[in-house]
């Protein structure tokens, strides 16, 4: 994975996590609501997101902030027999 991801040359990661102002949760009713890029089973997304319940309100797929398109390998696998080996 080296390749893909180089050495991070901050001691510490942060992802910014932008408050999306007038916009609240739509089951717990909080205001703190943030954006930001989450990379989910599926791939690259950007999320609004609930930072009190972690309801996922909305989700959209950005450009890749890797330069290129890339996709976990997890987000071709069909989501059924995924869940059938678990059990
Ligand atoms: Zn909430």
């Known amino acids: 994975m080296s390749t893909l991801f180089p050495r991070p040359q901050d001691r510490e990661l942060v992802a910014e996590r932008r408050l999306v102002p007038g916009l609240s949760c739509s089951r717990c009713g909080a205001r703190e609501v943030r954006q930001y890029r989450l990379l ?6 950007l999320v609004r997101r609930c930072r009190v319940c972690l ?9 890749s902030p890797l330069g ?6 997890s987000a ?12």
């Open 68 to 73: 290129f398109e890339y996709k976990p390998y």
């Open 76 to 87: 071709y696998l069909n989501r059924k027999s995924v869940l059938r080996d678990r059990t």
């Open 55 to 63: 309801l996922i309100l909305s989700q959209v797929e950005p450009e």
């Open 40 to 45: 989910r089973i599926s791939g690259w997304r």
